[in-house]
């Protein structure tokens, strides 16, 4: 049978169809997220950070280690709500993505050391 092909399209389709959708959630949980900083109040954002997050994305509290090395969680990343160890966290200045006269110093975001991060670089370009 020389010459035979096999079109491979569908496969890959349904393989890049997730990973775009995940993508794109991500994008829009960041998007939500610099919305909550933009609006809230500089004093209920520093009292309740983590709780305004947590109104983005759920975080995966059964789970107690990091899910990308197996090491013990210490947080979870605020777009995908995956726990994440101090090896893997990526601290991330939220200021640079919100347009302001006053600079106000606001925590910065805790993500994953992965896909996510690379979703944020790309926001901040």
Known sequence: MVGVTRNKTILFNKIKKPIKLEKNRLIFR????????KTISFIKLFINQSKYEQTIVSWEKEKNKCYLCINNKKNYCR???????????????????????????????????????????????
């Not at 960041?30 to 900083?37: F, N, R, S, T």
């Open 79 to 125: 777009l995908c709500g995956e726990p994440i160890c101090h090896k893997c966290i990526r601290y991330v200045p939220i200021n640079e993505l919100i347009v302001s006269k006053i600079k106000i110093f606001i925590n910065p975001l805790i993500i994953c050391n992965n896909r996510c991060f690379l979703i944020y670089m790309k926001k901040k370009i």
């Open 30 to 37: 960041l998007d939500k997220i610099i919305k909550i900083y």
